[in-house]
C-alpha cells in the first residue's frame, strides 16, 4: 500500500511560515512591551513608501517619537535619506531574499531603545508577492498603490491586498496627468479586501496626509 506524502518544498515551506510565525509572535511581544505601535509598509518598488515615511518623520517630529527599519536588496540609501529628519533609521540589507521576515526584525531590533519609541515604521522590500506571507509581528500593515501603477494592481496581487489593515494611494497630486481612475481603483481595492479602509494622499503636496497620520497614531480611520 502506497502513502502520498506532501512535496517536499511544501513541506519546507510550511516549516519556515511556521518558524517564521513564532519569532513574529516574539516581536509582537516586545513592542506591546514597550508600548511600541508597529506598522509594516509594503508596496512595488516606487509606490512611495520611503518619500511618505519622509513627510511623516517631517510632519510628526516632536509629537510622536519614531523609528524606521528599512529593508532592501542593497545600499543604504534609503535609511541615510530618511535619518535627515532626525529620527532613527536602520538598514536591512536582505540581499537576494525579496521580503523582510520576523528573524530580520528580530535582529534589528537592539538597535533601537523601544522604550523610547511609540511607532517603529517597518519599511518592507518594493515587492508585492514574498512579503504577504511573512507576519513581522506588525500590529498594523500599509499597503501602498500609486497612481502611476494602474488601477487593477489589487487584482493581480489579491493576496497582498488581502493582509491590508489600510490601503494608501499614494501621488494623488498627478491622478489627473496620468489618467488615473479613482473609483475603479477603489472598486478593485474593495473586491480584494472587502471593507478595507482606503487613504488617498500625496506626499508632495500634503493632502490626505492627516487621515494617514491618524492611522500612524492608531486612531481609527
Request: negative net charge.
Amino acid at each position: 500500500m502506497t502513502t502520498t506524502q506532501a512535496p517536499r518544498i511544501v513541506t519546507v515551506r510550511q516549516n519556515i511560515l511556521k518558524a517564521n510565525d513564532h519569532t513574529a509572535a516574539g516581536n509582537r511581544a516586545a513592542f506591546r512591551a514597550a508600548g511600541v505601535r508597529a506598522i509594516n509598509l509594503a508596496s512595488s518598488p516606487g509606490a512611495g513608501k520611503t518619500a511618505l515615511l519622509e513627510r511623516t518623520l517631517r510632519d510628526l517630529a516632536g509629537s510622536v517619537r519614531m523609528g524606521v527599519a528599512v529593508g532592501d536588496l542593497a545600499t543604504e540609501n534609503d535609511a541615510a535619506r530618511l535619518r535627515q529628519w532626525g529620527s532613527q533609521a536602520e538598514q536591512i540589507v536582505t540581499g537576494t531574499v525579496c521580503h523582510l521576515d520576523a528573524d530580520m526584525v528580530q535582529n534589528i531590533l537592539p538597535r533601537f531603545d523601544l522604550d523610547a519609541l511609540d511607532v517603529l515604521f517597518l519599511e518592507n522590500v518594493g515587492n508585492l508577492v514574498c512579503p504577504s506571507s511573512y507576519d513581522l509581528g506588525e500590529a498594523a500593515r500599509a499597503v501602498l498603490i500609486s497612481t502611476t501603477e494602474g488601477e487593477d494592481k489589487p487584482l493581480k496581487y489579491p493576496t497582498m491586498f488581502n493582509t491590508a489593515d489600510v490601503v494608501v494611494i499614494t501621488k494623488m497630486d498627478i491622478a489627473d496627468a496620468v489618467g488615473f481612475d479613482r473609483d475603479l481603483c477603489r472598486e478593485n481595492i474593495d473586491r480584494a479586501r472587502p471593507g478595507v479602509p482606503v487613504i488617498e494622499l500625496s506626499s508632495r503636496s500634503g493632502a490626505g496626509l492627516d487621515e494617514w497620520f491618524a492611522f500612524v497614531r492608531g486612531e481609527s480611520v
